[in-house]
């Protein structure tokens, strides 16, 4: 039975720490608490736990704007977070997790705010049958926690940019997201800010839940155990290195000739990869091979492998742009 309830926010937008922190939580949630952590993150795209970020995510396009990929312990399809977004966990025992309580916050603060909501099936929650909030869940070792999103004023374009499907014949193994029409709270609600919302959903959560919240400091987290989730949560193992092997195909036709890769990747590294031309050079296909063969499926270290492979420059310079177009 749930006899306490407590609040953390943070101002932190490293979505790596961001998720490490909300790990440290379930981990800590006390057995008559239950928590709400609301945080955002900066231009990130957040992929489900068994997912495939090349098939969910132009990761070129995210690295060169400065974004962050990051994967989320739960299941479900990938989003896109960046300051005008509001992240939320409920976080509690397995005895009392309660879906429809944890929801009837979110549907709570809407009605505060004059904003008609519903839920839609088990994962979202709409207002006029658009989209606002997606939810996951996550459970280990007798506590769940249960998560989302609450979009206020996210930049749309920047979600199409770097969630749209790549433009080469990328096929992949793994859960792929389900794209729905989405809009904004301030489209409904002008003027609503991220803070203000992140208000009114504290005001709820005691509402609903019939008790005083308690505020929780970072101070007391276990700081050494969400620096080590942090690293793990930004490396190239747990982002990129599941055992999810797919392939990536494009081509194009170039000044010094035709040529289409394919590339056979498992956990994250070129596996093999086979390369066709019709170029005057016939050691070109062997090179490229060679050159792309090993390497991390990320652009800084698919150019690195083209650029040490004594290619004539134009041809290497057309070859980082055609990768760079498909990832």
Same mark, same amino acid.
């Not at 992240?87 to 509690?92: E, R, S, Y």
């Given at each position: 039975?749930?006899? %306490?309830?407590?609040?953390?926010?943070?101002?932190?937008?490293?979505?790596?720490?961001?998720?490490?922190?909300?790990?440290?939580?379930?981990?800590?949630?006390?057995?008559?608490? /239950?928590?709400?952590? !609301?945080?955002?993150?900066?231009?990130?795209?957040?992929?489900?736990?068994?997912?495939?970020?090349?098939?969910?995510?132009?990761?070129?396009?995210?690295?060169?704007?400065?974004g962050?990929?990051?994967?989320? !312990?739960?299941?479900?399809?990938?989003v896109?977070?960046? =300051?005008?977004?509001l992240?939320?966990?409920? !976080?509690?025992n397995?005895?009392?997790?309660? =879906?429809?309580?944890?929801?009837g916050?979110? *549907?709570?603060?809407? @009605?505060?705010?004059?904003?008609?909501?519903? %839920?839609?099936?088990?994962?979202?929650? *709409?207002?006029?049958?658009? +989209?606002?909030?997606?939810?996951?869940?996550?459970?280990s070792?007798? +506590?769940?926690?249960?998560?989302?999103? !609450?979009?206020?004023?996210?930049?749309?374009? $920047?979600?199409?940019?770097?969630l749209?499907?790549?433009?080469?014949? =990328?096929?992949? +193994?793994? #859960?792929?997201?389900?794209?729905?029409?989405?809009?904004?709270?301030?489209?409904?609600?002008?003027?609503?800010?991220?803070?203000?919302?992140?208000?009114?959903?504290?005001?709820?959560?005691?509402?609903?839940?019939?008790?005083?919240?308690?505020?929780?400091?970072?101070?007391d987290f276990?700081?050494?155990?969400?620096?080590?989730?942090?690293? %793990?949560?930004?490396?190239?193992?747990? *982002?990129?290195?599941?055992d999810?092997? /797919?392939?990536?195909?494009?081509?194009? @036709?170039?000044?010094?000739?035709?040529?289409e890769?394919?590339?056979a990747?498992?956990?994250?590294?070129?596996?093999?990869?086979?390369?066709?031309?019709?170029?005057?050079?016939?050691?070109?296909?062997? &090179?490229?091979? %060679?050159?792309? &063969?090993?390497?991390?499926?990320?652009?800084?270290?698919?150019?690195?492998?083209?650029?040490?492979?004594?290619l004539?420059?134009? #041809?290497?310079?057309?070859?980082?742009?055609?990768?760079?177009?498909? $990832?």
């Open positions: 039975m749930i006899r %306490r309830i407590h609040l953390f926010r943070t101002d932190c937008t490293d979505p790596h720490r961001n998720l490490a922190v909300e790990e440290h939580l379930l981990e800590t949630v006390p057995e008559d608490a /239950c928590i709400l952590y !609301l945080w955002q993150n900066r231009r990130t795209v957040v992929i489900g736990r068994n997912q495939n970020a090349w098939k969910e995510c132009r990761t070129a396009a995210l690295e060169e704007d400065g962050f990929l990051a994967r989320r !312990l739960s299941g479900g399809g990938a896109f977070h960046d =300051l005008g977004n992240n939320f966990t409920f !976080l509690v397995r005895a009392d997790y309660d =879906l429809d309580r944890q929801l916050v979110i *549907l709570e603060t809407c @009605r505060s705010l004059g904003i008609p909501a519903e %839920r839609s099936g088990r994962n979202d929650v *709409l207002s006029n049958g658009r +989209k606002f909030s997606g939810n996951a869940f996550y459970e070792r007798g +506590k769940r926690y249960h998560h989302g999103t !609450l979009l206020v004023d996210v930049d749309l374009s $920047m979600m199409g940019r770097y749209s499907p790549s433009k080469a014949k =990328l096929e992949a +193994k793994g #859960v792929e997201s389900v794209r729905s029409r989405v809009v904004n709270l301030r489209e409904l609600r002008p003027g609503l800010t991220v803070d203000t919302l992140a208000r009114r959903m504290e005001e709820a959560f005691q509402a609903v839940y019939g008790l005083p919240a308690l505020r929780l400091d970072e101070a276990d700081r050494e155990r969400i620096g080590e989730l942090a690293r %793990r949560n930004g490396s190239w193992a747990w *982002l990129y290195g599941q999810l092997p /797919c392939s990536l195909q494009c081509g194009a @036709r170039f000044p010094w000739g035709e040529m890769l394919r590339l990747v498992e956990g994250g590294v070129v596996a093999q990869a086979a390369v066709y031309t019709d170029a005057m050079d016939w050691t070109l296909a062997q &090179t490229v091979e %060679r050159a792309l &063969t090993g390497r991390r499926l990320r652009m800084e270290d698919l150019a690195q492998g083209l650029g040490s492979a004594g004539e420059d134009a #041809v290497r310079e057309d070859l980082c742009r055609l990768l760079e177009q498909n $990832m």
